[in-house]
Every structure is written in structure tokens, then in C-alpha cells.
């Protein structure tokens, strides 16, 4: 969602994001070669990988990662809602098992309590 303020167009986020993962790996479905990526911001149901590879919008990825702290790895199939050139992609989860959303809330939520 965007929102103005002043003459200035800002994203307003709908969930909060935690900017800390390991073993990202990411693969266009359909590929064999995986994606060369950098570590991105997470939510439950979504997050933004940065990416200098461009992918059009609707496409669908395979990610697997392992959260920081609970060492949770997850593995689920993601489509590709914007796409910045050069920069990174936006993509939504799709199919996602609830205890993997569940395990990126407990991880988010520690990272807000400090722990």
C-alpha cells in the first residue's frame, strides 16, 4: 500500500519485516540453476530478496531458508509481486505450511523483544 505525505510517495508496510536470515536460496520454478541473492526482508507471509536478476510479476519461485535465531528451515514456493530493476523482487508466499508462518512470527517476535 502507498500512502502520500508532503509530495512524497512512502510505502506503508501491512506486517512487520525482520531483515535477518541464512541460507537463502532461491530458484525459478522451472530452473535448475539457483539465483544468485542477498539477504532480505522478511514477514510471515512475504518478504523482498535482493536480486540484481529480474523476474516478471506472477512468476513463481522455490525459496529455501533457515531463520537466525530458531534455526527453522523452510522451504515453500513464493510469486514475484513487483520487481525493482537492479535492486530486488517483492514476492508473496503461496502455499506456505502454517508451521512455517508460524515459526517467521515466533522469529519476529523475538527480534522485537530483543532476544
Known sequence: ????????????RQEVRYPQLTELSMIYEGATEAVAVRPPDLSPHGMF???A?????????????R???TGVVIQTRCEVRYCLKGVGIGVEFVGAPPEGTRAIEKEISFHLAGK
Open 53 to 65: 536478476n529480474e523476474f516478471p510479476e506472477g512468476a513463481v519461485l522455490k525459496l529455501r531458508f
Open 1 to 12: 500500500m502507498r500512502e502520500t505525505i508532503g509530495k512524497t510517495n512512502v510505502a506503508i
Open 49 to 51: 530478496i535482493n536480486t
Open 67 to 69: 531463520l537466525s535465531r
